[in-house]
């Protein structure tokens, strides 16, 4: 148990739709990113907040975009969904910047898109 | 982040000590080495990172070559529960989350 906690466990999404996935970070930690993670390859970066702004983001496209609360739990939306976008989406939650510290993650939201 | 290079799988029987090698070449000097592992299913699960010396927890030992160009992590008695894909990361300290997953070892460890 990691104390990072993602909802919905699983989800089933038409194409063209749009998808919200939730995160609560660990207690005291104030940095959060997501993951994607397309079947049988490793997470790729998506984005990450800390403090509630967006500080570093992968190479993803716009229609991915995100939101941290002033809780540090965090949201990933996910507009005009297609096919390849199917996959675990996962949170990581750390203490935050100047740090050498371990990020802690989720179990994961696992997307499908018909 | 720098680039790292693990052979894609490797098989160990059980109770026997695992050894995982990374190559990681192009390393900075503020560059740190992290090991993640992600069991079937699960998100991935932070095992241990050091700068230059080893390093060693109750979950594993990473040792790191003095040329810091490589790693290698232990397990000293693997279990069939340590059977999972490991990955080996190396990111500066300042990185906050931001990982470069690559695609990682496949540990088997055997009955």
């Known amino acids: 148990e990691t104390g990072v906690t993602q909802s919905p466990t699983h989800l089933i999404k038409t194409r063209g739709q749009q998808v919200t996935l939730r995160c609560s970070s660990q207690?005291?930690?104030?940095?959060v990113s997501w993951y994607q993670q397309a079947l049988g390859q490793g997470p790729q970066f998506i984005f990450q907040?800390?403090?509630?702004?967006?500080?570093g983001r992968g190479n993803f496209p716009p229609r991915f975009s995100g939101l941290q609360f002033p809780n540090y739990s965090s949201e990933l939306n996910v507009n005009a969904l297609e096919l390849d976008d199917s996959a675990l989406y996962l949170c990581?939650?750390?203490?935050?910047?100047?740090?050498?510290?371990?990020?802690?993650f989720g179990q994961g939201t696992r997307l499908t898109v018909v | 982040d720098a680039k790292t290079t693990q052979p894609t799988s490797m098989d160990c029987a059980e109770g026997r000590a695992a050894n995982l090698p990374c190559n990681h070449s192009?390393?900075?000097?503020?560059?740190?080495v992290y090991w993640y592992r992600q069991i079937h299913s699960q998100g991935p699960q932070y095992i241990i990172h050091?700068?230059?010396n080893n390093e060693t927890n109750e979950m594993a030992s990473l040792i790191i070559t003095e040329d810091r160009k490589s790693s290698t992590l232990i397990l000293p008695h693997a279990t069939l529960r340590d059977t999972a894909v490991y990955y080996c990361?190396?990111?500066?300290?300042?990185?906050?989350?931001?990982?470069?997953f690559g695609g990682g070892t496949r540990l088997m460890v055997k009955p």
């Open positions: 990581a939650s750390s203490t935050g910047q100047g740090k050498v510290t371990e990020a802690f």
């Open positions: 050091g700068l230059k």
């Open positions: 207690s005291g930690h104030n940095t």
């Open positions: 990361i190396v990111r500066v300290k300042n990185a906050g989350n931001m990982l470069t």
């Open positions: 907040y800390y403090r509630e702004e967006e500080n």
């Open positions: 192009t390393i900075s000097g503020n560059e740190y």
